[in-house]
């Protein structure tokens, strides 16, 4: 069964803006993950949060995880037109077994 | 060098065909899988192999049928295909957590 659900599932913004997306899940993880996808691409790993960490960032990403509300929320700053993609956020339970959602699809516009 | 690669990239088959996918990591891991991604580009897991030997087989039909001939290796069999079929196969590989997606498969189903 699938695991995480992004929100929203879809989001336009102008370049330079930062874009939000948020992840909720419903089960204990290890940790979390964001993807992300290019159109007509495989899944790139971008980032990987502990379930012990609260925040991590890598370059211009920020990435939050609250266990007690089983979310996470990952921070795009100053957005280009080449972030538009679709993001996807992954939970990991154990035995590298991820769980993905269906993807938030951002739309940076030049 | 390529570390995950499908082949092929694209499949175009009647109903009823029988169809194979290919799967090959040069990363040196353990675990592999093949997920699934609808039109509506939610990726749902099928099937992890282990060291060759399948972890997860979600609720996936038996016409579809993995084979690992090594550890580097995982193949997609599937039998009997059906218009319901047609969607974007990933092979993925990972160890300790971060997955590594291929470019997928787009089947489509006539």
């Known amino acids: 069964s699938q695991q995480g659900e992004e929100d929203p599932q879809a989001l336009s913004i102008q370049e330079g803006e930062n874009a939000t997306m948020n992840c909720s899940y419903k089960?204990?993880?290890?940790?979390l993950q964001w993807y992300r996808q290019n159109s007509g691409r495989g899944l790139v790993h971008l980032i990987l949060?502990?379930?012990?960490?609260r925040e991590k960032h890598s370059g211009r990403l920020r990435v939050t995880l609250d266990t007690s509300k089983k979310s996470s929320s990952l921070l795009i700053t100053a957005s280009r037109a080449a972030d538009t993609a679709s993001y996807f956020c992954?939970?990991?339970?154990?035995?590298?077994?991820?769980?993905f959602g269906a993807g938030t699809r951002l739309t940076v516009k030049p | 060098d390529t570390a995950v690669s499908q082949t092929p990239k694209y499949l175009v088959t009647q109903m009823g065909n029988d169809k194979s996918i290919k799967c090959e990591q040069n990363?040196?891991?353990?675990?592999m899988y093949w997920y699934k991604q609808d039109s509506k580009k939610f990726l749902k897991i099928m099937f992890s192999?282990?060291?060759?030997?399948?972890?997860i087989n979600e609720t996936v039909p038996n016409r579809f049928s993995p084979k690992s001939p090594d550890k580097a290796h995982l193949n997609l069999h599937i039998n009997s295909l059906e218009l319901g079929d047609s969607a974007v196969y990933f092979c993925?590989?990972?160890?300790?957590?971060?997955?590594?997606f291929g470019p997928g498969t787009r089947l489509t189903v006539l």
């Open positions: 993925a590989s990972s160890q300790r957590g971060t997955q590594y």
């Open positions: 089960t204990s993880i290890n940790n």
């Open positions: 949060i502990r379930s012990n960490e």
């Open positions: 992954a939970t990991d339970a154990g035995s590298d077994d991820m769980r």
């Open positions: 990363l040196g891991h353990d675990t």
């Open positions: 192999y282990n060291n060759k030997e399948l972890i």
